[in-house]
């Protein structure tokens, strides 16, 4: 039997429907500009945003850790963003000596302050250890904004701010997870800095 090849195109046509869904969403839209907001607010405090997430959900929580921490379209001031997943001596030996769930409950016990920020991606929504940590934030003052799927997962009942994509498609959600996330990014800095000339 012949190996059927997916369609580039079809897969691209898929992934703008997905996109132009969440566009046509003003509660999502709306929502993703509190977001933006709340984050700044907790810049100019000199507070903290943290970032979790698992797999390629991991990669896109450190991606956007850095667009804070780093810059993104100007030169600016660093911003304290960090992704909690990025020293792996340290989620070896919890994983090993607790379990995988309590990777980044731990840490938020450990980082997060009151008003301090956990963003947390989940493509299900179902990730135990970012549920965890949202759990352990909260009790400690800290706002939790869940990244997820069209459901929003058990993340639902335990983010303060739900940002949940118009799909069930992992790739899609992912890639609507990082329009959204740079969206917020770019938010944030003109928010909180003066464009160069």
Do not use: W
Not at 70 to 92: C, K, M, Q, W
Not at 117 to 139: C, H, K, W, Y
């Amino acid at each position: 039997m012949e190996k059927r090849i997916s369609d580039i195109r079809a897969i691209a046509r898929d992934s703008i429907e997905t996109k132009q869904r969440l566009l046509a969403d003003d509660r999502l839209m709306d929502t993703a500009h509190d977001v933006a907001e709340k984050v700044a607010d907790v810049f100019r405090k000199d507070g903290k945003v943290f970032f979790c997430g698992n797999g390629g959900s991991a990669a896109d929580a450190q991606h956007l850790a850095a667009e804070f921490s780093g810059r993104f379209y100007f030169d600016r001031d660093p911003l304290f963003s960090e992704a909690l997943h990025v020293n792996t001596s340290y989620i070896t030996a919890v994983a090993n000596d607790y379990s995988y769930e309590e990777i980044y409950s731990r840490l938020v016990k450990a980082k997060v302050r009151e008003g301090d920020i956990l963003i947390g991606m989940s493509t299900s929504g179902n990730s135990a250890n970012i549920v965890r940590a949202f759990e352990q934030a909260r009790s400690q003052g800290g706002l939790c904004v869940g990244m997820t799927g069209e459901s929003g997962g058990k993340m639902k009942a335990v983010s303060d701010i739900l940002l949940n994509m118009p799909s069930s498609d992992t790739p899609r959600i992912q890639e609507c997870h990082m329009l959204l996330g740079h969206g917020i990014c770019q938010l944030v800095e003109e928010m909180l800095f003066e464009r160069p000339a």
